[in-house]
Every structure is written in structure tokens, then in C-alpha cells.
């Protein structure tokens, strides 16, 4: 995923550690103003996260631009079977559900870990650590480090 997402190992990953309301695992935003709620069933400004389905087959195919909310969800939660190893969710926070362009933050308890890509920038990591230690005390901080010789990544403390 490093390749893929976190522009060759120079980005980050941020690790997110969700609530669960009534036996769905999700997201409660902080200071939000959203518009509705996605179910009567979550308190306003919970967000359900939602599992990746991954399968042999391809998706049907479907006009972008005259999509649905509904349809758009149910495009982005499905992947090709050869990206299963990701064991990836997702959220979606769509217009509809906010306001003015606000800006939306998650409470400090949902933020668990910072993963920095072994090529990151120093600096960025010094400025981002000093960012999140000022406001996510409990928030691990980790680097990946790779393993030549079993061509994989492990994930260390950052110290």
C-alpha cells in the first residue's frame, strides 16, 4: 500500500480507532453541524465506516456523472480480489451531510497512531509530530523499516 498510497514510502498513515453505536463501528465528528443524520439509529455527526468487499468480478459499468449517493458507495467499496491483503474501510462524509464548507475533526480518542513511510522528509515528520503532541497526547508514532530479505515492512516505535 505504501506505493500505492503514501506517494513511495514518503507519506503517512494515519491510524483511527473507531466508536461503535448500536453494533456499528464508526466515527463521532467533533463540533459538527451536519445538515442530517445517515440513520436515526446514530446520533448526529457519527459516521458508519464500511469494509472494502474485494471479488474476481468487475463492477458493472456506470455513468459517473449522473450517479447517485447510493451508487457512488457502493463503487468506492469495491476492490479487486488481489487487494484483499489491505483489509481496507472506509467512510464517507459527502455534501449532504454538512454545511458551508466547515471544517470536521474527530474527537483526540479516535486518533491511535502515525505511521511515517521510511523515505518521509524529517522535517515534515519533526513539524507533524510537534502538531499532534500538542493536541493527541496518547497517539503512537511509528516509521516503517524495511526488511530486505523478506521484501516486506516493519512498523517500529519512532524514537
Known amino acids: 500500500m505504501w506505493t500505492h498510497y503514501a506517494n513511495y514510502h514518503k507519506g503517512i498513515v494515519i491510524k483511527i480507532k473507531g466508536d461503535i453505536f448500536n453494533n456499528r463501528e464508526g466515527i463521532k465528528f467533533r463540533a459538527c453541524n451536519f445538515v442530517k443524520t445517515i440513520s436515526p439509529a446514530y446520533p448526529r455527526g457519527f459516521m458508519p465506516v464500511y469494509n472494502v468487499e474485494y471479488s474476481n468480478n468487475l463492477y458493472d459499468p ?77 497517539c503512537k508514532i511509528y516509521i516503517t523499516d524495511p526488511d530486505c530479505e523478506k521484501y516486506k515492512l516493519k512498523i517500529v516505535n519512532y524514537t
Open 62 to 138: 456506470i455513468n459517473i456523472v449522473k450517479m447517485r449517493t447510493d451508487e457512488f458507495k457502493k463503487m468506492c467499496l469495491y476492490k479487486y480480489i488481489k487487494w484483499d491483503y489491505e483489509e481496507e474501510k472506509r467512510i464517507f462524509l459527502t455534501k449532504e451531510y454538512s454545511m458551508n464548507n466547515q471544517k470536521i475533526t474527530f474527537y483526540e480518542k479516535h486518533l491511535e497512531g502515525i505511521i511515517f513511510g521510511f523515505l518521509s522528509d524529517q522535517q515534515e515528520r519533526k513539524r507533524i509530530i510537534d502538531i499532534i503532541m500538542k493536541t493527541y497526547t496518547n
